[in-house]
């Protein structure tokens, strides 16, 4: 049983006060895909990396930008920015290719992101407010496919989790984890002109990868102190 389990779980303490405005009002899971939660459907998405680095992929410092998609518009109901591959950068902890083809398998943590959440999105009851928060950890552990020693293919599994930024301090906030995958879908080094209608580049990059994400989960819970605790020992909580 994980401690967010024993901390007392009260909705209604959610939707008392203009003070929890900006928390959400729904506690649950959300879900691209029907199978894994019919009641609360969320948008899959697309996302850029920016090889900020200007050397290319895997490198320490590259930023990703996402964006849910509807299949006409980027960012309606959720995006997550600013997540860069931390200093230690990527890990090879699978080399499967001989004479220039296989699959290799690299593990990728990144520091740092923000999120977004629209006020129109389910996780609200009765408002309009904009749901922040911060990222805490993002790891990402990607396949990549080569032929010929070139890059043709890549699926990766992501996962993370963040804090609502705004909710008060007795109301601790968070998305406990958030699980995606994703497929390239080109990068710079390919032939094929750049795809539209992805998110920009960050850092100012010229070059870097697009992908699309799906069965994108995320589980949103709040803990309301059964008794008066510090605030440290709410952050204990989610640690």
Known sequence: MNKVSVVVL??????????????????GIWSSCPELNPDFPMLNGRYSEGWCSAVGPLQPGNAINAMSWDGAALGLEWKMWGMNINAAGATLTFDGVTGGNGVRVYQIPYDGGEFWLSGEGSWNQGDDDDLYGTINDFLVVASVTYIGGQVVAEVANITFTGVFDACPEQNACVIEFGITNAQL?????????????????????????LFITCCITISINCAVEAEAQSWSAVKELFD
């Open 10 to 27: 009260a909705l209604a303490g959610l939707l008392a006060g203009s003070a929890l405005a900006t928390c959400p009002d729904v506690l």
């Open 185 to 209: 879908i080109w990068r710079s080094d390919w032939a094929a002109p750049m795809p539209t209608d992805y998110p920009a580049f960050l850092c100012d990059a010229t070059t870097g990868e």
